[in-house]
């Protein structure tokens, strides 16, 4: 099946300082993107969605960008606090209604 | 419930034996996902159910796994003659058209 099977990229910020992560995507056809965040021992956590027809969305502290031109996504996390840390995922649709494709999560790291 | 409930949490079992694990979806929610996602690594989809067309199926790993999707509602994933490779998490989620919600996960262990 299709899966992501990498030693996951790490990010250490300090807390209160502003995280951006990472995400590529595969297929230009996607029109949909979500972000997720997974705690360990817990299944992803819903944080932010775009379509495609947008390049930016904000949220609670949470701003996610798409680049279509290059197939990059990225996720910025505002004031980033410990109970941030966690492995990110971003994800795509493509076919609208269709799977839903992960990418390579991050793992984010916050030092107090 | 208000979210994507998973059966059992944890289960362990002996390699060679079946196990069936159990997704009640958001109510309303038309799409139904499996993924498996082994230590450490990312989630891999499995299967994917959206009302009543014909489910994605082009995940699977093997012929010793199915899920079914009854009434539209309730998924079962089964794993045959379960091997050690086997072992990791697997979660469920839904979506009532693009949102996709997660379950906690069924944590399966095969020995």
């Known amino acids: 099946g299709e899966s992501v099977g990498l030693h996951l990229p790490t990010l250490s910020v300090q807390e209160g300082d502003n995280s951006i992560i990472n995400c590529a995507y595969s297929?230009?056809?996607?029109?949909?993107f979500i972000w997720y965040k997974q705690e360990s021992g817990k299944g992803p956590q819903f944080i932010i969605d775009?379509?495609?027809?947008?390049d930016k969305r904000q949220g609670q502290r949470v701003t996610v960008l798409l680049n279509k031109t290059v197939k990059h996504l990225s996720l910025q996390i505002a004031a980033t606090q410990p109970g941030d840390s966690a492995v990110y995922f971003c994800a795509e649709i493509y076919n609208q209604g269709g799977k839903l494709i992960f990418g390579q999560g991050t793992e984010l790291s916050v030092k107090p | 419930g208000a979210g994507v409930s998973q059966s059992p949490s944890n289960k362990v079992t002996e390699k060679g034996k079946d196990v069936e694990l159990r997704c009640d979806p958001i109510?309303?929610?038309?799409?139904l996902y499996w993924y498996r996602q082994s230590l450490g690594q990312g989630l891999e989809f499995l299967i994917y159910f959206q009302g009543n067309s014909a489910p994605d199926k082009s995940g699977l790993p093997s012929d010793r796994f199915s899920a079914e999707r009854t009434g539209g509602s309730v998924s079962t994933l089964t794993i045959q003659r379960t091997q050690q490779e086997d072992s990791a998490v697997y979660l469920c989620a839904s979506s009532p058209e693009d949102t996709i919600y997660f379950g906690e996960g069924s944590w399966l262990t095969v020995v």
């Open positions: 109510s309303g929610h038309t799409a």
């Open positions: 297929n230009s056809a996607s029109d949909y």
């Open positions: 775009i379509r495609s027809n947008m």
